[in-house]
């Protein structure tokens, strides 16, 4: 059986902090384990294919702009106003990725320095998404059709190798800008983690994994009963075991 998206994970300084700011920003529940993680939880998590949050200690500092990010949704400009305003009180700024003054949506950072966008209102590919319209990732076609098969998500949108591809239950979309593709620089921040049902066979979903085009990352096992992978851009990825 394939694997389901469980998580969005960001490797973060400060956990707790950075739950609580994407908390106040999207609306959702937040929640803090034992271990030092942290996570936010959609409003519907509890009978929801729909992916977490999930926030892992780490003491490695940002270098260079993410190859992934969220673009949230807006239903009006005054929609827009109040989310960046609001991103800005729990502890957001602006940021500069080389956005044009006409562009219609305003690129910020979280208290981590992670890059976000606030996508004007009317767009209509983000149309019917959530709060979360997308997570754009910088990447080649050949991973937005590894990730397509991966997860059993059809794709929705592949022209000029750009690619997009959305649970067919709706929601977040995810989306591979094409080339040209930023060199990787050290670990991802942002990355994939993977939930098998309880009676699945761990090493036959790792295979075929695998034979879609991933491989195991140096690292091999992660925390928690993870295994560790890299998709075909050579982006991190966790499958957790089976509970």
Same mark, same amino acid.
């Given at each position: 059986?394939?694997s389901?998206l469980?998580?969005?994970?960001?490797?973060?300084?400060?956990?707790?902090?950075?739950?609580?700011?994407?908390?106040g920003?999207?609306?959702?529940?937040?929640t803090?384990?034992?271990?030092?993680?942290?996570?936010?939880?959609?409003?519907?998590?509890a009978?929801?294919a729909?992916?977490r949050?999930?926030f892992?200690?780490?003491?490695?500092?940002?270098?260079?702009?993410?190859?992934?990010?969220?673009? /949230?949704?807006?239903?009006?400009?005054? $929609? *827009?106003q %109040?989310?960046v #305003?609001r991103?800005?009180?729990l +502890? @957001?700024?602006?940021?500069?990725?080389g956005?044009?003054?006409?562009?219609?949506?305003?690129?910020?950072?979280?208290p981590?320095g992670?890059?976000?966008?606030?996508?004007?209102?009317?767009?209509?590919?983000?149309?019917?998404t959530?709060?979360?319209?997308?997570?754009a990732?910088?990447g080649?076609?050949?991973?937005?059709?590894?990730?397509?098969?991966? /997860?059993?998500?059809?794709l929705?949108? $592949? *022209?000029? %190798?750009e690619? #997009?591809?959305?649970?067919?239950? +709706? @929601?977040?979309?995810?989306?591979?800008?094409?080339?040209?593709?930023?060199?990787?620089?050290?670990?991802?921040?942002?990355?994939?983690?993977?939930?098998?049902?309880?009676?699945?066979?761990?090493?036959?979903?790792?295979?075929?994994?695998?034979?879609?085009?991933?491989r195991?990352?140096?690292v091999?096992?992660g925390?928690?009963?993870?295994?560790?992978m890299l998709?075909?851009?050579?982006?991190?990825?966790?499958?957790r075991?089976?509970?």
């Amino acid at each position: 059986m394939t694997s389901r998206l469980f998580a969005i994970c960001f490797n973060a300084t400060r956990p707790s902090d950075l739950a609580r700011f994407w908390s106040g920003v999207l609306g959702w529940e937040v929640t803090d384990d034992t271990d030092g993680t942290a996570a936010v939880l959609p409003p519907d998590a509890a009978g929801s294919a729909g992916f977490r949050i999930r926030f892992l200690p780490s003491q490695e500092s940002k270098t260079g702009q993410n190859r992934a990010h969220f673009d /949230l949704t807006s239903t009006s400009p005054d $929609d *827009q106003q %109040q989310t960046v #305003a609001r991103a800005l009180e729990l +502890g @957001g700024k602006h940021c500069d990725v080389g956005q044009l003054p006409e562009e219609g949506h305003v690129v910020l950072a979280d208290p981590d320095g992670n890059e976000f966008c606030v996508i004007e209102a009317g767009n209509k590919f983000l149309a019917d998404t959530g709060v979360i319209g997308a997570l754009a990732c910088d990447g080649t076609q050949a991973v937005g059709y590894f990730w397509s098969a991966a /997860l059993g998500w059809p794709l929705v949108w $592949d *022209q000029d %190798q750009e690619t #997009a591809i959305q649970s067919p239950d +709706g @929601g977040t979309k995810i989306t591979w800008g094409g080339p040209p593709v930023a060199p990787k620089t050290g670990a991802n921040r942002l990355y994939f983690e993977l939930a098998l049902p309880a009676d699945a066979d761990r090493e036959a979903e790792v295979e075929r994994l695998i034979s879609l085009g991933a491989r195991h990352s140096d690292v091999g096992e992660g925390d928690g009963g993870r295994t560790l992978m890299l998709d075909p851009d050579g982006n991190e990825f966790a499958v957790r075991n089976p509970r």
